[in-house]
């Protein structure tokens, strides 16, 4: 990116410093000299332009961007993430860019969009424990696929989309991204959490209202009724079974965290089961909270000790398991269970990895296998 | 400005049974692994270096070179690298029925033409299109010609400021061209 704004603009300024930051979350920190030079040229630049840069110990760019206010709703946020669209969860639109995309708009404060077509998706039924937003969202992969919102705009209403908390939005938000959408609302707010979002922002939430005139190329119906956990098997988050189908698949490795499950309510959730229990003997189960002020409240709850008694790995804050550079990969014939939101060939290492949401990868965990929590 | 009318040898991204691959992703395209990479010319060694079959993509591959993919390729990451490793070995073009949204922006930002034609998956199936074809694409008319089998087909046209943006030759390009 900078090398890219070097070339182009030499040392101009850019169009906001106020407006523009660096987040580093992918490697962080840095695990290889390649990285550790990158992140160096991005802090000088940043020194330079009056940039402020959220460093390797912050965690996860987008939801920093969350915790501090300045995403908000109604506005619009570009960064080099895939997952800017999580911004969805509190009515911001997030869209991720390559660097070339975000040189230009660090230059000039300004970008270009073809204005995606909308599709309404309403939402049935009821489920309950152990079921939840990672599992409505996995159901959702399996019944739109790649194609049905493809390039589109999604809004989601109905019962199960108008109860998510935050960070169940934050999870269903993130994952539109694999269903090859462009954004996904949840335009429904109860009181309750329009302050929760509030109190957790800092500022007041003014909730994103959809047009009263607007257009859905397309409504679709789903029903959740009963849901019970869903597992994505390798090698595509659409490749969704429910867990009693894959019950007993042997696993050698867990990991907790990433962009669409590493919020604080995703760790008590896995430390829930994990609680009076340990990670099997031979099992690897990494932890990686999404930012730090998850850590620090995961700290101060004593989730930390918990999780680490039990025998998980913690992480300092970022992407974790999701890529390679933080808390390693999966070897030839590994085979993993993660609450993260790929699985594609290759994407952690030569293993295979199956997406579950915080309970089921500590049920699988403790069992050494596939596991559903009331299976323990 | 960039050259409107491009003819080049295609290679068809088929799978073992002989279809077009669906939903291949940037990791498959250009590994997490290699994201320090910033040098262009370091980057064309990797592409397509993760997806099976195809992993000796960069040895073969010449200048010129257009690429006929299956729907919704380059979904996943918004790592530009994906794009400019095509870049990098000089392949002129790809055409797929569709792409995934960021790859798509990343390739016209970069004057790198993705033409989208959602007839393609058909005329891979009727062999209408096979790798060794020579294809000539012209851009602005958003049409092609598998001049080797003479069989002439359509894309869907780009929007306006799309096509700004890939005849200036690339966003920075174009951005000099606006206030």
Redesign the interface.
Known sequence: MV??YKR?YGDEPVADPDRTFFTFD?CAPAS?L??AD?QQICRIFARKQNIRVFDVDRGIGSHVLMEEDLAESNSTVVG???H?NILGAIGCFG???????I??AF??GKT?F?IPETVRILLRGEYSWPSSAKDLTLFLLKKLG??KV??KAVEFYGQPAERLSLSGRITLCSMV?EM???IGFVPEFKRSLVEEIGHFSGSKFSPLKPDKDCVYTDEIEIDLDGLPPQVAAPF?PTNVFSVSELRGVRIDSGFIGSCTNGRTEDFEEAYRILKGRKVKEDIMLKIVPATKRVYTELLEKGIIEGLFRSGAIISSPGCGGC???MVGLTGEGEVQISTGN?N????QGKGKTYLASPAVVAASCAAGQIASPEDL | MKSTIHQGRIWVILDEEGKLIADIDTDQIYHNAFLHITELSEMGQYAMGNLEGWKDFAQKARSGDIIVAGRNFGAGSSRQQAVDCFISLKIRCILAPSFGAIYFRNAINSGFPLLRGPQLEELVAQKGLETGDLVEIDFRKSSGRNITKNIIFQFNPMSQVQCDIFMAGGLFDYGKTIK
């Not at chain 1, 869209?95 to 995309?101: A, C, E, S």
Request: proline share 0%; net charge negative.
């Open positions: 090398k890219n182009e992918l290889s390649k990285y990158n080099t993430d895939s800017m869209q991720g860019m390559g660097d070339v995309d040189s230009f230059k000039t270009w073809e790649t194609e493809a390039l991204t090859a959408g462009i595509s890529a390679e550079g790929r594609f060939v290759g994407k």
